[in-house]
């Protein structure tokens, strides 16, 4: 499968000299297009810094990031800003959505922001799925959590980007309104072959995905395809009873 984004020996330090930590210590890994990707770890393990970096949003200090055939390490700024508006989508935990904007001009932002016209019949498509066709005036302060969360998938997958790059998109959220955005992002792959990457910490969310990668103190440990949420449960706890036992040594 051709990856929609990947990463090759990648290396993230932060600080200098005794205070200088390595979030990511050497990771390969590649993000298939059409697929849905969950990523999971303790706090700490480097998980977002790993989404931050394959997406371009943060630089590496060693190896090498793609998106499609598109090496990160070689563009300047703007060709970064570009890639990212026109390639790349993103959603996070906080919604992220502008206040004083209604829900149909959030979900068209990145695009006016590139001077592109929306695709009207993909717009109304997306409104469908998302299901706030009746709340396109309405601004953000007028929506449920679960509501503005659906629209900032929306936004994420207004330009069809190669990849959606989603960090902890349920934590603000209840286990139904969660579900929902889930079966969003799971229907982006399904239904419109977007490929999604996700970090979460919820093995319920991460039964969303076809593979869950395990990262700990920044190293890819782990990965199960076809996950159940009792499967990644039972993985994190091994992770964390094999981390334990090596603290003890």
């Not at 004083?100 to 592109?116: A, K, M, Q, S, Y």
């Not at 679960?146 to 190669?162: D, E, F």
Request: hydrophobic share 40%; glycine share 12%.
């Amino acid at each position: 499968m051709t990856a929609a984004a990947r990463v090759e020996g990648a290396v993230k330090e932060y600080g200098a000299g005794e205070t200088r930590v390595r979030a990511l210590d050497g990771v390969s890994v590649e993000f298939a297009e059409a697929r849905f990707t969950a990523v999971m770890g303790p706090s700490g393990s480097g998980k977002s810094t790993l989404m931050h970096c394959a997406a371009g949003l943060d630089t590496l200090s060693g190896g090498r990031a793609w998106i499609g055939g598109t090496e990160l390490s070689g563009l300047g700024d703007r060709e970064l800003t570009l890639l990212r508006r026109e390639r790349i989508g993103f959603v996070f935990q906080a919604f992220n959505l502008v206040p004083t904007l209604t829900v149909r001009e959030n979900i068209t932002l990145p695009l006016d922001l590139g001077g592109t016209a929306p695709d009207r019949e993909w717009l109304d498509t997306l409104v469908d799925v998302v299901g706030l066709g009746d709340r396109l005036h309405h601004r953000p302060a007028q929506l449920s959590g679960g509501q503005q969360q659906r629209v900032a998938v929306a936004r994420a997958l207004a330009g069809r980007p190669a990849v959606v790059f989603a960090d902890e998109p349920t934590g603000n959220l209840d286990s139904r309104s969660g579900g929902e955005v889930l079966g969003l992002l799971r229907s982006a792959v399904d239904t419109m072959r977007g490929s999604v990457v996700m970090v979460t910490h919820d093995p319920a969310a991460a039964a969303y995905a076809d593979t869950v990668l395990f990262l700990a103190d920044g190293r890819l440990v782990d990965t199960v395809e076809r996950p159940t949420a009792e499967g990644v449960l039972d993985r994190m706890k091994a992770l964390d009873t094999r981390r334990d036992r090596a603290a003890a040594r």
